[in-house]
């Protein structure tokens, strides 16, 4: 009979529910329009037995609450009801996760849409290049969320911009109508999660001036974004890494205005003092994404000949940073130390 009633609702599977994750499972369950299954790893018992606790700023307080299905690894996509869109809000690390094979098995060709809510400028060609048949999604997502063994924090309003990343091999026609469904049920509980931009790469590129700098600025540093602007980091080191990353965007073809630099570093009221999700994972000894917040901004830089001297070396005290927790967490074996005797 559930099986019925979910019918004519669109299959979801969200990858990845962490404080971003579960908020778009509520959003997307609470519309109405949409059965989600959720992949959960070190929760998963706990929201087995118990469902989430969520006091979320936009849906209130939720005791107890679950999606449609919670699995603990990605399901095999099933040839009579396969899913419509897989969302991503899993962070990219590259170093260690590849996040076309995760998902692979849960991807239906010429069918399956792949929406990717995560950071990071151009993440989507590896996407596209390994699932050449289906429609991709990006929306850089702005929700202040936390998820801790089940509880979630959500205290800043779940807002991102959400547009089709074309595939040459795809109609666009067929990929704006993926974009506007998809779109339509995240925003079907009468709140404007979604807003449809024609032009993601422009926004990433926005959000690339705020992360680039200030995350990785925070999580090198270990201060909030607040002590770096009051230290004098403002002047010395965030004006010019943004004004370096807005050029980059100039070289792709991306012009973000001529006071976007003021906005970006006043997104964020210094009163708040507010921990960047990079600084989180140095706090927790969680590998960041350097590569798709950084490097891939950098790598566009060296294409178009784009001087970047400041995020050059924010790239390489970041990545030393990176090699710590890789080590601390196993992904890297580390040598073992030579006797200083032999040195000598």
Request: hydrophobic fraction near 40%; charge should be negative; aromatic fraction near 6%.
């Given at each position: 009979?559930?099986?019925?009633n979910?019918?004519?609702?669109?299959?979801?599977l969200?990858?990845?529910?962490?404080?971003?994750?579960?908020?778009?499972?509520?959003?997307?369950?609470?519309?109405?329009?949409?059965?989600?299954?959720?992949?959960?790893?070190?929760?998963?018992?706990?929201?087995?037995?118990?469902?989430?606790d969520?006091?979320?700023?936009?849906?209130?307080?939720?005791?107890?609450?679950?999606p449609?299905?919670?699995?603990?690894?990605?399901?095999?996509?099933?040839?009579?009801?396969?899913?419509?869109?897989?969302?991503?809000?899993?962070?990219?690390?590259?170093?260690?996760?590849?996040?076309a094979?995760?998902?692979?098995?849960?991807?239906?060709?010429?069918?399956?849409?792949?929406v990717?809510?995560?950071?990071?400028?151009?993440?989507?060609?590896?996407?596209?290049?390994a699932?050449?048949?289906?429609?991709?999604?990006?929306?850089?997502?702005?929700?202040?969320?936390h998820?801790?063994?089940?509880?979630?924090?959500?205290?800043?309003?779940?807002?991102?911009?959400?547009?089709?990343?074309?595939?040459?091999r795809?109609?666009?026609?067929y990929?704006?109508?993926?974009?506007?469904?998809?779109?339509?049920?995240?925003?079907?509980?009468?709140?404007?999660?979604?807003?449809?931009?024609?032009?993601i790469?422009?926004?990433?590129?926005?959000?690339?001036?705020?992360?680039?700098?200030?995350?990785?600025?925070?999580?090198?540093?270990?201060?909030?974004n607040?002590?770096?602007?009051?230290?004098?980091?403002?002047?010395?080191?965030?004006?010019?890494g943004?004004?370096?990353?807005?050029?980059?965007?100039?070289?792709?073809?991306?012009?973000?205005?001529?006071?976007?630099?003021?906005?970006?570093?006043?997104?964020?009221?210094?009163?708040?003092?507010?921990?960047?999700?990079?600084?989180?994972?140095?706090?927790?000894?969680n590998?960041?994404?350097?590569?798709?917040?950084l490097?891939?901004?950098?790598?566009?830089?060296?294409?178009?000949?784009?001087?970047?001297p400041?995020?050059?070396?924010t790239?390489?005290?970041?990545?030393?940073?990176?090699?710590?927790l890789?080590?601390?967490?196993?992904?890297?074996?580390?040598?073992?130390?030579?006797?200083?005797?032999d040195?000598?």
């Open positions: 009979m559930a099986d019925l979910h019918q004519s609702k669109r299959r979801v969200v990858v990845g529910a962490g404080g971003v994750g579960t908020m778009a499972s509520v959003a997307l369950e609470r519309s109405g329009m949409a059965c989600v299954t959720a992949v959960l790893r070190s929760n998963y018992e706990r929201v087995m037995e118990h469902g989430f969520i006091e979320s700023v936009d849906h209130g307080r939720l005791s107890g609450w679950r449609t299905n919670v699995v603990n690894k990605v399901p095999t996509a099933s040839m009579e009801s396969p899913f419509d869109y897989v969302v991503v809000t899993m962070k990219t690390i590259p170093e260690i996760m590849n996040i094979e995760i998902i692979a098995p849960s991807v239906t060709p010429n069918h399956t849409t792949i990717l809510l995560q950071n990071g400028i151009y993440i989507e060609p590896p996407i596209i290049d699932f050449p048949t289906n429609a991709v999604l990006s929306g850089p997502s702005y929700i202040g969320a998820e801790k063994n089940g509880h979630v924090i959500h205290d800043d309003p779940d807002r991102y911009h959400l547009g089709m990343f074309h595939n040459e795809l109609d666009k026609r990929e704006r109508a993926k974009l506007e469904d998809f779109a339509s049920a995240y925003n079907g509980s009468h709140i404007e999660h979604a807003m449809i931009v024609d032009d790469i422009h926004y990433r590129w926005r959000k690339a001036l705020w992360n680039g700098i200030f995350n990785t600025m925070c999580a090198i540093t270990q201060l909030d607040a002590a770096i602007r009051r230290s004098g980091g403002e002047y010395s080191l965030i004006r010019p943004m004004v370096e990353m807005a050029a980059i965007a100039a070289a792709d073809g991306y012009d973000l205005g001529e006071n976007i630099v003021d906005k970006m570093v006043d997104a964020t009221p210094i009163e708040l003092s507010f921990r960047p999700s990079m600084l989180v994972d140095v706090d927790k000894g590998p960041v994404e350097v590569e798709v917040i490097g891939n901004a950098l790598r566009v830089a060296r294409k178009k000949g784009v001087q970047t400041i995020l050059d070396n790239y390489r005290f970041l990545k030393l940073i990176q090699t710590r890789l080590v601390a967490r196993g992904h890297i074996e580390q040598p073992k130390n030579i006797p200083t005797t040195l000598i």
